[in-house]
């Protein structure tokens, strides 16, 4: 019996158990994503501007990252390194503590701030990074961020914010509390100037940098899923003693309650910053119509009108133009401006045929239908035949259409 064991026994040695338990997968090959918490392949999270493939979560990214995703390649130029930090209340061993998040994070401090041009447009661009402190805001990062501002708006330069944030800075105390005031003065100033102000939330942004720079841009922006608030949902439930709304201190929710003004998908981010300096970018006269385009400045048999110089206006010649039945209606404008034809009534198109144009107006007769018109007469300056869809009433408009 103990030969026929022997005969049977398994014969592996003992190398081959050490070798196989040496094979493993090499570190940093897989990451395990925040929100599904499924295991997903690096460089799928790299290629998907670090966004899960799985659930579309989004991974936290560190600040040069960021910018390099939304500036235009080798443009970015950083400002104002080297601030001395502070150590105001002598908290235990801060300063190695900020010496130590330097070496590891090769940053200056939790922002990352300066100019760069996005579509070719030069602006002043910024990112927090939590991974020095949380994103806390301390006196450097105020002081950063003010001066920017103030460079900013010497320079005639928009800006972009980037935020993210636990809020202030405990280890500084009330001078980190004094930037929330710094800060938004800086950007007070920036605002009176004319200038734009583009603020783009991140997960998280919290406490002081929220009731600060992060919520006074003149646009507001947020990546799907951040945490956006002032103290935390946990907190909140906690004081109040109550249950708080499902989504709450989400983006879908304080969009819906008006404290945004849009979500952008990390992938678009760069698209639509681009669009919004190149609107707003004044010097290359983009959001300039010039005065010869208006409908009104033309009569009726197509010359144009002669017109006061607005700088030698009386306040009444600036009342009888504010009353003048020339000035060109909203419908007008409308039709001037937009490409596609417009219909008050779904059901309109399929009562308009031909070469017939329709138009916004009102009614003229006791149908009090709203808006649409059927015209008559296609690309003319002057005179032009209208009829209601609604009513079938016939009458004369003058209407600049434009040529097809």
Sequence with gaps: ???????????????????????????????????CGEMVYREDVISNAYVCPKCGGYFRISAKR???MI?????????????????????????QKIEDLREKTHLDEAILIGEATIGGIRTVIGAMDTRFLMASMGYVVGEKITRS???????????????CSGGARMQEGIVSLMQMAKTSAAIKRHSQAGLLYTSVLTDPTTGGVTASFAMLGDIILAEPGSLIGFAGPRVIEQTIGQKLPEGFQRPEFLLEHGFL?????????R??????????????????????????????????????????????????IARSSDRPSAAEYIDAIFDDELLSDSNADAQLAGDALPLWRQCYTACDKRLVYRTHAKSQLGNVHHQCIHCGTNFQYFVRHRAD
């Design 71 to 95: 500036a235009d390649k080798g443009s970015f130029k950083e400002w104002f390194t080297g601030i001395d930090n502070s150590n105001p209340l002598d908290y235990p061993d801060y300063p």
């Design 1 to 35: 019996m103990a030969d026929l064991k022997r005969f049977f026994k398994k014969t592996v040695s003992e190398d081959r158990h050490k070798q196989a338990a040496s094979v493993s997968v090499p570190e940093g090959l897989w990451i395990k994503c925040p929100k």
């Design 261 to 269: 003004d849009g979500i952008v998908e990390r992938g678009s981010m």
């Design 66 to 68: 960021r910018i390099k």
């Design 149 to 163: 501002f103030e460079e900013a708006t010497k320079q005639g330069l928009p800006v972009i914010l980037f935020c």
């Design 271 to 320: 698209d639509v910053l681009s669009l919004i300096l190149k609107l707003h970018d004044t010097r290359k006269c983009y959001g300039e119509f010039p005065q010869e385009t208006s409908a009104r400045s033309f009569d009726t048999f197509g010359k144009k009108k002669k017109q006061k110089k607005q700088k030698n206006l009386t306040a009444w010649d600036r009342v009888q």
